[in-house]
């Protein structure tokens, strides 16, 4: 640690990183960081810039669907330290490609929203029914 590295107790990480105390000590239980956490003698957590830093990139990749097992796997890559990068890419490529998936299921169903936006927009604006869910009529 240098001189000038501040340290923040959990709840000022916390409110940093916009998770919960409880979500800090899951994830430092759940193996998600790369280095220890630094405790001081009383057994109080202390998060640095870089814990934080790495705590956002973990917020990114849990927020886009990366599996805890798989962030764990990423955390533990890094804390072994170099001659792994070929497995750090190809674990973020997978989730790049996954992420590049959902993307395009989430463009495809805004294009319908969208489109139906359109139509009721048109209908309304004419002053017309309901030009698409409309019940069938019924036969006897």
């Known amino acids: 640690m240098t ?20 979500a800090l000590r899951f994830y430092e ?12 003698a009383a057994g109080r957590r202390w998060y640095s810039e870089w814990d934080l830093e ?16 798989a962030i764990r796997r990423y955390a533990e890559l890094i804390a072994a330290g170099t001659g792994n990068e070929t497995e750090r890419l190809e ?3 997978r989730h790049q490609a996954e ?3 959902q993307i395009a299921d989430l463009t495809a169903c805004l294009e319908i929203v969208s489109f139906k936006v359109g139509l ?8 017309g029914p309901d030009p698409v869910w409309a019940p069938p009529e019924q036969t006897s």
């Open 99 to 101: 992420v590049s998936r």
């Open 120 to 127: 009721y927009e048109e209908r309304l604006a004419a002053g």
């Open 29 to 40: 239980r759940e193996g998600l960081f790369p280095a220890p956490v630094r405790r001081d």
């Open 54 to 69: 790495w705590l956002e990139l973990c917020t990114k990749l849990r927020s886009s669907g990366m599996p805890l097992p």
């Open 91 to 93: 674990l973020l490529r």
């Open 3 to 22: 001189q000038s590295e501040e340290l923040l107790p959990i709840s000022a990480a916390a409110e940093r990183s916009g998770l919960s105390v409880h």
